[in-house]
Nanobody, 119 residues
Framework: QVQLVESGGGLVQSGGSLRVSCVAS????????MGWFRQASGKEREFVAL????????NYSDSVKGRFTISRDRAKNTVFLQMNSLEPEDTAVYYC????????????WGQGTQVTVSS
């Protein structure tokens, strides 16, 4: 099992910045990637960004590309999401995701952290 704990959400004005973090603990061997998804009220959960655990390659949704940056600290099993130029449309609960690959893939989720952007 892998446990994920997010932190760093909060309230920020439009145009502001915020950084959220996620610490993975437990059986973290064979981590393939970590990433962030978000779910706004009344909407489905959507992909935001991910980072490959081994080589650090990143991928972003078009809606956040150029504004958000995902990074990792492998020694601390932590992934970060730096969010700049925030917009009210970025308001959502942000969920950390970790994927392990053994014989198949297993996804783990954090409890989520609220990010609210006021206009």
């Amino acid at each position: 099992q892998v446990q994920l704990v997010e932190s760093g959400g909060g309230l920020v004005q439009s145009g502001g910045s915020l950084r959220v973090s996620c610490v993975a603990s437990g059986r973290t061997f064979s981590l393939e990637r970590m990433g962030w998804f978000r779910q706004a009220s009344g909407k489905e959960r959507e992909f935001v960004a991910l980072i490959n655990w081994d080589d650090g390659r990143t991928n972003y949704s078009d809606s956040v590309k150029g504004r958000f940056t995902i990074s990792r600290d492998r020694a601390k099993n932590t992934v970060f999401l730096q969010m700049n130029s925030l917009e009210p449309e970025d308001t959502a609960v942000y969920y950390c995701n970790a994927r392990k690959r053994l014989t198949g893939t297993i996804d783990y989720w954090g409890q989520g952290t609220q990010v609210t952007v006021s206009s």
